[in-house]
């Protein structure tokens, strides 16, 4: 079974929904953002939200691969941007000595349960 950062690195999306991710993880509010894709109740570990998204992830590859009609970019941009936001708070909780730009905006500060995000 692979971790949550070697599954990271194997995945290989459209350039544009890369992109379009990378751009969104950069406002994402774990209060709010996580809570959407995933749906309401409480939040998991950001381990346990890696995982879940990363199989939702796949699911929607799966259905953008096949032409389904079903499929939705605009969900599968909000399930990649919540999971490079998960990614981000994971990696700067790994090595919490090392100033990141996750540590240092507002995605750590929420997480860690001290403010709410705008």
Avoid: W
Wanted: with cysteine; charged share 25%.
């Amino acid at each position: 079974m692979q971790d949550v950062f070697s599954r990271l690195t194997l995945l290989r999306r459209p350039r544009i929904l890369a992109r379009a991710a990378r751009l969104g993880a950069q406002n994402y509010c774990r209060q709010r953002d996580l809570r959407r894709v995933l749906g309401y109740g409480a939040l998991p570990r950001p381990g346990a939200a890696a995982m879940r998204l990363l199989d939702i992830e796949s699911g929607l590859n799966e259905a953008r691969k096949a032409g389904e009609a079903g499929y939705s970019m605009v969900r599968h941009v909000d399930v990649l941007i919540a999971l490079a936001g998960e990614a981000a708070y994971l990696q700067s909780s790994r090595t919490p000595d090392a100033k990141t730009a996750a540590r240092m905006d507002r995605r750590s500060a929420v997480a860690e349960g001290t403010a709410l995000c705008q």
